[in-house]
């Protein structure tokens, strides 16, 4: 019995606790909300957050395709990534290096919505040119 009598007077000891700590960060009457950030627009995305990247690409596929000034590569358009030669992976390397670090997640972007592969042979250089 003297067991539940602490476990009752513990409780009750909490709630007088919580009921302080309550009163003492209670906001100001007129003090207004804050407002949690969400995730951040695309350009934020950093590939760590899963449903960034999937809205992301969500919201892309309803936008018009942008490219890269790679017209010429639409001609791989479902061709599997293992069955590129050598001159074609070197068509999309020449179309990698003349673009700036932070347009390669876009046109990486613009691929997939375009249904062309990435060469294996450059997919590791793409990983980290995005990853920075």
């Not at 590939?47 to 990247?53: I, L």
Request: charged fraction near 30%.
């Amino acid at each position: 019995m003297s067991i539940f009598l602490i476990g009752i007077g513990a409780l009750f000891i909490l709630a007088i606790i919580a009921a302080i700590a309550t009163k003492f960060t209670k906001r100001k009457a007129g003090e207004p909300d804050v407002i949690m950030p969400t995730s951040g627009d695309c350009s934020s995305c950093d590939g760590t957050d899963d449903k960034c990247e999937q809205v992301c690409m969500m919201e892309a596929a309803t936008k018009d395709i942008e490219y890269y000034d790679d017209e010429e590569l639409d001609r791989f358009r479902g061709r599997p990534s293992n069955q590129y030669t050598d001159a074609e992976v070197e068509e999309f390397a020449t179309v990698l290096y003349t673009m700036q670090s932070h347009e390669v997640k876009g046109w990486n972007r613009s691929l997939i919505l375009r249904e062309i592969n990435l060469p294996d042979q450059i997919k590791d250089e793409v990983i980290t040119m995005i990853e920075g």
